[in-house]
């Protein structure tokens, strides 16, 4: 290969949009890295993707260089020049930020995660479900990413003045959407697989591997927000962002944005003051997963029902592959079909003979608001035909969803800083 005189350079910008035009992922034998101002804050999730990044490079038989404009003592301190240099493990002793490698099947990050999760001062019982979390995040990177020896790039940092916990997971593997799509169809847009995966029991493994729940990226979400934290999401040309700094944020956003990504970045701010009653939040979160609540046992399935002059089928039709997922056409369902049926008396057969999975804002558009007007009654009036185990889950909590008188939130505390708004 010829000698490249000017390598192209990287400037460290925000990385809110994810990466910049200037990441560079396979032109040239050399890159630089440099810096268009003094860099103060870094982000773990930030310091992650550089890592993943860098590591990609050199396992290429790119050169990674350094340019001046990046030498400082916080560069030095905070990990960023021992990542870009290739180094696997950096501990600040300060314990600032740290930052290690999963390179193997099997492998864990066990003593930066144990130190994470320690600093959230929860108790053993649940400090072992949220380490267990965490841990799945960091292993899915070898069932899904494809990183091809690239492993997960794993960063924490502890803000003690503001009591933030901090932790950055990113691959440079084929990223969520193409994993989403190799179980679910090749017609889903990247923003539709990314949506998919955030719910409860998708996954881009064969539901009949009994390797994978398909439940992690939901409960680390969960957890992130139950701890009045954020959660974050780069992959491909997608972001996702939710947030406890109102109600409306923590329904997670998924935006088609920026430069794509390749591989995947997930960002998590737990806020250590936020943590009131963990043993709660894990509990809401167990039920969610199962769908359970207090009217669970009432959700009429079946796996066929015949139609007669009190019970009517509604064939659901799935959005593109397998999947529910658009909330309007959910919405024109309940107004076109469902309501006028129960306002003639009649009770409706919800058949999901064709749909392998929904979102919960689909199963929320189709349900919640009639079981709020209806109330509980409407359950004996509904009957749910050919659910797989993921729409069971969804259309139970959109179900507990309406039926649940709403609760006044209280005033937000001071928000911790939004994973990804800068490196």
Request: charged share 20%; proline share 5%; with cysteine.
């Amino acid at each position: 290969m010829s000698e490249v005189s000017f390598p192209p350079k990287l400037r460290l910008e925000a990385l809110q949009e994810g990466p910049r035009p200037g990441w560079q992922w396979s032109e040239g034998e050399r890159v630089c890295v440099g810096a268009t101002s003094p860099i103060v804050f870094l982000e773990p999730v930030g310091l992650a993707m550089l890592s993943a990044w860098s590591d990609r490079f050199r396992r290429r038989g790119v050169l990674v260089q350094v340019a001046e404009s990046l030498k400082s003592p916080f560069a030095f301190d905070s990990g960023l020049l021992s990542a870009l240099a290739g180094r696997a493990t950096t501990r600040d002793p300060r314990g600032a930020i740290q930052r290690a490698v999963l390179r193997q099947q099997g492998e864990l990050v066990g003593d930066l995660l144990a130190d994470c999760v320690d600093r959230l001062g929860i108790g053993q019982a649940m400090s072992d479900v949220v380490l267990h979390s965490l841990e799945d995040l960091c292993r899915n990177v070898f069932h899904h990413a494809a990183t091809q020896g690239g492993g997960a790039h794993v960063t924490m940092s502890h803000d003690r003045g503001r009591r933030l916990v901090r932790l950055g997971v990113a691959d440079c593997g084929r990223g969520i959407a193409q994993d989403i799509r190799s179980n679910y169809g090749d017609s889903l847009s990247d923003v539709q697989a990314v949506t998919a995966a955030i719910q409860p029991k998708v996954s881009g493994r064969s539901a009949q591997s009994g390797l994978n729940l398909g439940v992690g990226l939901y409960v680390v979400r969960k957890l992130a927000l139950a701890a009045k934290g954020a959660f974050w999401i780069r992959t491909g040309s997608v972001r996702v962002q939710a947030s406890a700094t109102s109600p409306e944020a923590m329904t997670p956003r998924v935006d088609e944005v920026g430069t794509p990504w390749q591989g995947t970045a997930v960002g998590v701010v737990l806020n250590v003051r936020g943590i009131s009653d963990f043993a709660s939040a894990i509990s809401a979160i167990r039920d969610d997963i199962e769908g359970r609540g207090p009217h669970y046992r009432q959700v009429q399935f079946f796996k066929t029902a015949g139609e007669d002059d009190l019970w009517t089928r509604i064939r659901l039709v799935p959005d593109s592959a397998s999947m529910a997922m658009d909330r309007m056409r959910a919405l024109s369902v309940r107004e076109s079909q469902l309501e006028p049926l129960l306002a003639q008396g009649k009770n409706a057969i919800l058949d999901f003979s064709d749909v392998r999975s929904a979102t919960q804002a689909f199963a929320y558009a189709l349900l919640a608001e009639s079981c709020g007007t209806h109330g509980p009654a409407l359950l004996a009036r509904l009957r749910f035909v050919s659910c797989s185990a993921q729409v069971i889950s969804v259309v139970r909590l959109a179900i507990n969803a309406g039926l649940v008188e709403p609760e006044i939130p209280n005033q937000p505390e001071e928000q911790p800083h939004h994973p990804g708004a800068g490196i």
